[in-house]
C-alpha cells in the first residue's frame, strides 16, 4: 500500500526567503505526482503535476522535482510572499486508469511580512 | 469562478436526517470523485465515477449513498450520520483517456457538521 510522507508538518519563514517542501512515497511504481495548495476552509488548488517520465516542472516562483528512484518529491518555493501562505499537499498517482491518489497530510505554511 | 462547484458549502445535520451535497463539473471531465478530509488526516478517497459508472467504492459505509447522474453532476446522498462523519468533503474531476495527465481538479468542498 502507498503511504506518502511530508516533511515538516509546519514551516514558518521571513518573507522573501526561498524555501523547499519534502514528499517521500514508499512504492516508486508511480504514474505521477501532483501538488497541490489549499487555504484554510477551502479546496485543493492544483499548482504542478509532474509524470513519472520526468524530472521536474516549472510555474513561476514553484519548481516540483521528482526522483521516482528514490521515492522523493521536493517543492521549491522561491522569494516568498505572505499569499504563500497555506497547506502545501503531495499526492501520487500509481496507474492510469483514473485518478485515485493517495495524499500526504501535508505541509502548513506561514510566511511572516 | 472554478470549474468545479460544490454546494452547500456548510452544513449541519442531525444525526437522523437526510441531506445531500452536490457537485457539479464544467471542465468537460469524464471522471468525477468523493474525497473526505478530517483534521489531522489525509484526504480519503470515497467513491470514483467514470463515465457516469462508479469504478470504486472505497469501504465506505453505507449511510453514504453517491449518484452520478451525468458526466456533468456528481451527489452524495446523507442518511443517519455519526458525529465522527463530520468533516470537508471534496469534489473533484478528471479528464481520463490516453491524451491527458489525469490532472484533478477539485472542488471549494462542503464543511459537514454532524450533531
Known amino acids: 500500500k502507498q503511504e506518502v510522507t511530508q516533511i515538516p508538518a509546519a514551516l514558518s519563514v521571513p518573507e522573501g526567503e526561498n524555501l523547499v517542501l519534502n514528499c517521500s512515497f514508499t512504492d516508486s511504481a508511480i504514474y505521477n505526482l501532483q501538488w497541490f495548495r489549499q487555504d484554510p476552509g477551502k479546496g485543493l488548488t492544483s499548482l504542478l503535476l509532474i509524470q513519472s517520465s520526468q524530472r521536474e516542472q516549472t510555474s513561476g516562483r514553484l519548481n516540483a522535482s521528482l526522483d521516482k528512484s528514490s521515492g522523493r518529491s521536493t517543492l521549491y518555493i522561491a522569494a516568498s510572499q505572505p499569499g504563500d501562505s497555506a497547506t502545501y499537499l503531495c499526492?501520487?498517482?500509481?496507474?492510469?486508469?483514473?485518478?485515485?491518489?493517495?495524499f500526504g497530510k501535508g505541509t502548513m505554511l506561514l510566511v511572516s511580512p | 469562478e472554478t470549474g468545479v462547484t460544490q454546494t452547500p458549502r456548510h452544513l449541519v445535520m442531525g444525526m437522523t436526517n437526510k441531506k445531500s451535497l452536490k457537485c457539479e463539473q464544467h471542465?468537460?471531465?469524464?471522471?468525477m470523485y468523493w474525497y473526505k478530509q478530517s483534521a489531522k488526516k489525509p484526504l480519503e478517497l470515497m467513491f470514483v465515477y467514470s463515465l457516469e459508472e462508479r469504478v470504486e467504492n472505497n469501504s465506505v459505509p453505507s449511510r453514504f449513498s453517491p449518484e452520478c447522474p451525468n458526466s456533468s453532476h456528481l451527489f452524495l446522498h446523507l442518511h443517519t450520520l455519526q458525529p465522527e462523519d463530520s468533516a470537508l468533503y471534496l469534489c473533484?474531476?478528471?479528464?481520463?483517456?490516453?491524451?491527458?495527465?489525469?490532472?484533478?481538479?477539485f472542488g471549494e468542498g462542503s464543511r459537514l457538521t454532524v450533531l
Open positions: 499526492a501520487v498517482r500509481q496507474d492510469s486508469g483514473y485518478s485515485t491518489l493517495t
Open positions: 471542465l468537460g471531465h469524464n471522471a
Open positions: 473533484a474531476s478528471s479528464q481520463e483517456d490516453y491524451q491527458t495527465t489525469g490532472e484533478l481538479f
